[in-house]
């Protein structure tokens, strides 16, 4: 058995930057002293990747051509490269580095690269990471050899920002802890209401949840997301949506025009104040996103305060970067635009009744705001703060819940094979690393992004396989996420530009799913609070085990990721199946199908 601890999540850990960077070094290893490490930061060819072709033609294969491409730098933004300060895509970093024999297990570590990374070395893929500014560890072991190595590493950048930004490390694995332990591992996350921590977040994006898409539509709707299992609501921005500049026909929702108002394609701020008591007398608490970070070009703040604006030397208002158009950056460094936000955000909670905030790209505020608000926030009751963020300072004063992009990004790896199910091991031993102590993080399988940018989940994943992702994010340490439609097996992707509608007709047989996996999250304080203990399974390596544990409370997990049926010895003592209400005995064998699923209540 391997325990994993309950963490917290895991993004940028500070990291010092020598200013005389290393080119290359030899590992020297000997059977009485460790190996040094080796730094990689310094001189890497690159080359950008409109075309998305690098993969297909081998760039990453040792042999590969590297004529034409550019000697560069790292750490370092794609701002620092020539030509590239406003570019967004795929770009590869490639370099060599040398080893001596014996080799011991070995690791690559890699501070932070934005936003995505892919990485060969010799041409083996030794593993994937998304989720821009995480720390992530890969092993190397497999692929590294004595003599010159070659490593290639893919960065996949969105929005702004991109490159290699921080310092990459080989490493011996037996020291990669200490490379990956941040600041703050072991600190205590702000406490959080027991509403929050036993949250089942249901996002709604009103343009498509009912056939009306307002505030009463959804309104109407309440009861039925009641008795799905929902216990806080978080609607998309409800504001008014600029004009100027505005994508698609109706703009983005994030591109807000007054943040005291609420979008006439909505309702009325007094329609708005009874659905906040509708949900409230359904037992429910109701989240607003917040746009804390820019605003339309024709917002009111721009308006009345354009000094509250970003400049460039000229005096020209900035864009946040090139693709984000239809929006203008704010200037937190002005005094004036810190008092406006914070006592806007306690108008609504105060004069209109909400219960929280979830904060649009949170990393980009500076923390110090947050601390701020979230203090004038608690001066008037509690309240949940999800940031849309994965910093773990985040954690200490201002949010109760940041983003886990990981598991998301690591379901469909495990779905096809390609990584092993112990991926999940490796999250949350970086998160329990790097995150204050009992921080909560968002688990999902999909949310308004990944819909509208990268694929509904039912097209992603498969509906077994999406059904077998949504059982782990429910039962494993984090609070889970449903999004709009996902109750119908939605595959419809909905634009945020535009008015898409969700058919609402098809069976809810994950509706069905998450109903019960919300009756149990409200029935077994393990899955809240409780511990986590893998449970090895020999034989079967795609299944992944787990049991959470708060007291007397049990509940084992079995997930098999694999695409045939494993036969799977019990657990001792008797249980009963969680769904079916079936009792099994000690040590009753049974059968996990391709993507399926078991959980069993009682027992140790």
Not at 195 to 218: D, Q
Not at 273 to 296: C, E, F, P, Y
Not at 492 to 520: I, N, Q, Y
Not at 522 to 536: N, P, Q
Request: glycine content about 10%.
């Amino acid at each position: 058995m391997i325990t994993s601890p309950l963490f917290a999540p895991w993004p940028c850990v500070p990291a010092t930057v020598s200013t005389a960077l290393l080119a290359m070094a030899l590992l020297h290893a000997s059977s009485h002293a460790s190996p040094v490490r080796i730094a990689l930061d310094g001189e890497w060819l690159f080359r950008s990747d409109s075309s998305k072709q690098g993969i297909v033609e081998g760039w990453y294969q040792p042999a590969a051509s590297r004529a034409g491409w550019t000697t560069v730098r790292t750490p370092a933004f794609w701002e620092a490269y020539p030509g590239l300060a406003s570019y967004d895509g795929w770009g590869w970093f490639v370099r060599t580095f040398r080893l001596d024999a014996p080799i011991p297990p070995m690791s690559i570590h890699f501070a932070g690269v934005d936003d995505d990374a892919e990485v060969w070395v010799n041409g083996v893929d030794v593993g994937t990471h998304t989720g821009y500014s995480d720390p992530f560890a890969l092993d190397v072991s497999k692929a590294v050899r004595p003599g010159e190595n070659v490593i290639a590493v893919l960065v996949k950048d969105y929005a702004g920002g991109g490159g290699v930004y921080r310092p990459v490390t080989l490493t011996p694995t037996d020291g990669l802890e200490e490379l990956l332990k941040g600041p703050l591992a072991g600190v205590p996350a702000r406490p959080s209401e027991p509403w929050v921590k036993e949250a089942v977040i249901y996002s709604v994006y009103l343009r498509s949840f009912s056939p009306e898409g307002t505030f009463a539509g959804l309104q109407r709707r309440l009861p039925e997301l009641k008795a799905m299992g929902v216990t806080v609501l978080w609607l998309l921005p409800i504001h008014p949506v600029g004009v100027e500049r505005r994508k698609g026909a109706l703009g983005s929702p994030y591109a807000v025009q007054d943040f005291y108002a609420v979008s006439p394609e909505f309702g009325t701020l007094d329609d708005f104040r009874s659905l906040v008591g509708a949900a409230h007398a359904q037992g429910m608490k109701l989240i607003i996103d917040l746009v804390a970070n820019h605003t339309s070009w024709d917002s009111r703040l721009m308006a009345d305060h354009p000094e509250w604006f970003t400049k460039d030397s000229t005096g020209k208002i900035l864009a946040l970067n090139a693709d984000w158009t239809d929006v203008a950056d704010l200037d937190y460094a002005r005094a004036g635009l810190r008092a406006y936000m914070i006592e806007m955000m306690c108008w609504w909670v105060r004069d209109v009744g909400i219960d929280g905030f979830r904060c649009d790209v949170a990393e980009l505020v500076p923390t110090d705001f947050w601390d701020a608000a979230r203090g004038a926030l608690d001066a008037i009751r509690p309240v949940m703060m999800l940031s849309e963020g994965s910093l773990p300072e985040h954690h200490v004063k201002a949010f109760d819940v940041t983003y886990a992009w990981n598991i998301y990004d690591a379901l469909d790896p495990m779905l096809q094979g390609v990584r092993p199910p112990d991926l999940i091991d490796q999250i949350l031993r970086n998160e329990a690393l790097q995150f204050p102590a009992g921080s909560l993080r968002m688990r999902f399988t999909t949310n308004h992004d990944k819909n509208a940018w990268d694929a509904p989940a039912t097209e992603k994943f498969g509906a077994d396989g999406v059904a077998l992702g949504n059982v782990l994010t429910f039962t494993m340490p984090g609070i889970p996420l449903i999004y709009t439609g996902e109750e119908v097996g939605n595959r419809t992707k909905l634009s945020l530009f535009e008015r898409v509608s969700v058919d609402w007709s098809p069976r809810r047989t994950m509706g069905d799913l998450f109903t019960s996996l919300a009756r149990l999250r409200r029935e077994h304080a393990a899955l809240v609070s409780g511990s986590m203990e893998r449970l090895a399974r020999p034989g079967a390596p795609g299944v992944y085990a787990f049991r959470r544990t708060a007291g007397a409370d049990t509940v084992t997990v079995f997930l098999n990721f694999g695409s045939m049926p494993v036969r799977v010895d019990g657990v001792p003592g008797t249980t009963r199946d969680a769904f079916i209400g079936q009792a099994l005995p000690g040590g009753t064998a049974f059968t996990l199908g391709p993507r399926g699923y078991r959980v069993l209540i009682g027992a140790h």
